[in-house]
């Protein structure tokens, strides 16, 4: 399939970021050369909603979360932090797509589905799609000189159930 002109190419993943579902190992990852970022130079703080585990941070991640839904169904929390722009927003989101098996989204198509929320007053890119059984809902925070990913990726119904509390954290960050 052709992609429309001007679109990211799929798969491309940002500088310094290994594989996508890979199972790629810090190990393997250090091997092609791929190394995290250095962790940031500030401390970021949060309130973790009730019933969601934190777990510490690896690799990539700066933190984890198992957020619990119906049955013992569970969906991951996943926070990373990159350096400058991470390969671009609808880089990043078309990637994320794909990895749920939905189709890549033009810049016109990203035009209009584009949302903008501002938890405690910082503007961040949101989303959230879902092919019949998965859903990731994620929130990009951009500065100057690093990028902040927020997904919340697992069964549909978990994820949704868990959006309001994916909010609140959110609102909650300070140190950003």
């Keep these: 399939m052709a992609l429309p002109e001007g679109h990211p190419p799929i798969g491309e993943l940002p500088e310094g970021h290994p594989e996508v579902g890979s199972g790629m190992s810090m190990a393997d990852a250090a091997t092609q050369?791929?190394?995290?970022?250095?962790?940031?130079?500030?401390?970021?703080l949060w309130t973790t909603p009730r019933g969601w585990q934190e777990?510490?941070?690896?690799?990539?991640?700066?933190?984890?979360?198992?957020?619990?839904?119906?049955?013992?169904?569970?969906?991951?929390?996943?926070?990373?932090?990159?350096?400058?722009?991470?390969g671009g927003t609808l880089s990043n989101i078309n990637r994320w797509r794909g990895q749920v098996g939905l189709d890549p989204l033009t810049p016109s198509q990203w035009a209009q589905e584009e949302k903008i929320i501002r938890p405690a007053g910082r503007s961040m890119v949101y989303t959230s799609f879902a092919n019949k059984k998965n859903r990731m809902s994620a929130a990009i925070y951009?500065?100057?000189?690093?990028?902040?990913?927020?997904?919340?990726?697992?069964?549909d119904a978990?994820?949704?159930?868990?959006?309001?509390?994916?909010?609140?954290?959110?609102?909650?960050?300070k140190g950003l």
Excluded: H, I, M
Excluded at 158 to 173: D, H, I, M, T, Y
């Design 33 to 44: 050369g791929l190394t995290p970022p250095p962790p940031p130079s500030q401390k970021v």
């Design 55 to 86: 777990k510490p941070g690896s690799g990539f991640r700066y933190a984890t979360f198992v957020v619990p839904g119906p049955g013992g169904a569970v969906a991951d929390l996943s926070v990373t932090v990159l350096e400058g722009d991470a």
């Design 158 to 173: 978990v994820v949704r159930g868990a959006e309001p509390a994916f909010l609140n954290f959110l609102e909650s960050l």
């Design 142 to 155: 951009s500065t100057p000189n690093q990028t902040w990913f927020f997904k919340l990726v697992g069964d």
